[in-house]
């Protein structure tokens, strides 16, 4: 899932204070999973604008909204009256969520309350942590499921580094050494031959450097 | 000199089970909060969470109290960190506001700490106004 942080609360005032009504809109996908921008996290950051705006002496209407997934249009569709009569909305989605507001309805003034950090997965109650890079090419398959692009801090592909010791990172020793995980791994399932192969320099052309990504399935354009 | 007790608006955040049984026990003895300071009941200090706490505030409370159970005597085992935990987290939200950490206090009693409750209470003022009060 898309994991994201709610920025501080004095940026968020930074984009708000000018604006007469704000429409809260949250999300209850992957942002609500990792608490950052549900319905829950939606009242939460509503209630902190109101206190702030009676704190500063400001008349400010604050309005609070959740989709189920703001990412896709027809579930912001019954956002059209709310976004019309709010001189700004403060979207608690992913920077995708945000930006597909701003694309559906074009005079809307759309600002993120959050930061979107990465693909990841929860780990323990309140702890998330990358997984995946969207890198466009996924080799898990050889590296025994532990993606060496993304938690390797190097991104080596033929690792491990002189750095990895005990197991941990030199990076960050608090971090597994992902060709630790890797090794671990491969011996549990019996692939521990896959080291033997060089792996070639990655062909990062599916990643970022071609530019912005689009998947087209012809199959399923109408 | 002494300064008066602070009586503006008040919410006392607290579990059913401490603060609210010392709160009848309080009742049996004719002693009860004080007219500014009202009341919200839960049923467990681990369903208190950050929007209760600004929530109150939202509803005109200048200051509130948080209270759960004492470490070890939550029915629920663990209400009392996570009231705690999340106290914090409000704290959080209220100082990048503006809101002086004095005003959210979180406390941990027992059923027979209603007099340690009633002081808390009257505790609950800012810091240069306890400075003069103590002196």
């Known amino acids: 899932m898309i994991v994201a942080e709610r920025k501080p609360i004095p940026e968020i005032l930074d984009m708000v204070r000018h604006a007469a009504s704000v429409a809260v809109v949250g999300c ?10 549900g319905t829950k996290e939606v009242a939460v950051l509503s209630a902190a604008l109101r206190l702030a705006a009676k704190r ?4 400010q209407l604050i309005t609070e909204a959740c989709v189920e997934r703001q990412c896709e249009e027809e579930f ?11 001189e700004l909305v403060l979207s ?12 559906q309805y074009p005079s809307a003034i759309v600002y993120p309350a959050l930061n979107t950090r990465f693909m990841g997965r929860p780990e323990e109650l309140g702890t998330w942590s990358e997984r995946c890079l969207g890198c466009g090419n996924c080799v898990l398959h050889k590296f025994g499921g532990v993606c060496p692009i993304t938690r390797c801090s190097k991104n080596l592909l033929n690792g491990p580094c002189g750095g990895s010791e005990d197991g941990k990172c030199e990076v960050d020793p608090d971090l597994p050494c992902a060709w630790q995980l890797i090794y671990d791994r491969l011996a549990a399932i019996g692939q521990l031959e896959r080291l033997w192969e060089v792996e070639p320099p990655k062909d990062w052309t599916t990643s970022r450097d071609g530019g912005p990504r689009k998947v087209v399935r012809e199959d399923i354009v109408p | 000199m002494t300064q008066g007790p602070d009586t503006s608006p008040m919410v ?3 579990c059913q089970r401490s603060a609210g049984a010392a709160l009848e026990r309080l009742a049996v003895e004719g002693r009860a909060l004080p007219e ?10 681990g369903s208190i969470d950050e929007l209760m706490i600004l929530e109150a505030f939202e509803s005109g409370a200048e200051r509130v109290l948080v209270v759960s159970c004492a470490a070890g005597a939550c029915r629920s085992v663990v209400g009392g960190e996570r009231a705690k ?10 100082q990048e506001i503006g809101f002086e950490e004095w005003r959210l206090r979180y406390e941990t009693m027992a059923p027979n700490m209603g007099v340690d409750l009633l002081r808390w209470i009257d505790e609950l003022k800012a810091p240069a106004e306890q400075s003069v009060g103590d002196a």
């Open chain 1, 56 to 59: 500063e002496g400001r008349e």
């Open chain 2, 85 to 94: 935990a999340r106290t914090e987290a409000a704290r959080s939200v209220l």
């Open chain 1, 92 to 103: 608690m989605a992913c920077g995708v969520g945000v930006q597909t507001l701003a694309e």
């Open chain 2, 12 to 14: 006392l955040i607290g």
């Open chain 2, 36 to 45: 500014h300071v009202e009341w919200r009941s839960v049923s467990c200090g």
């Open chain 1, 76 to 86: 912001n569709e019954p956002l059209v009256d709310l976004l019309a009569t709010h």
């Open chain 1, 28 to 37: 209850d996908t992957c942002v609500a999973i990792c608490m950052a921008g």
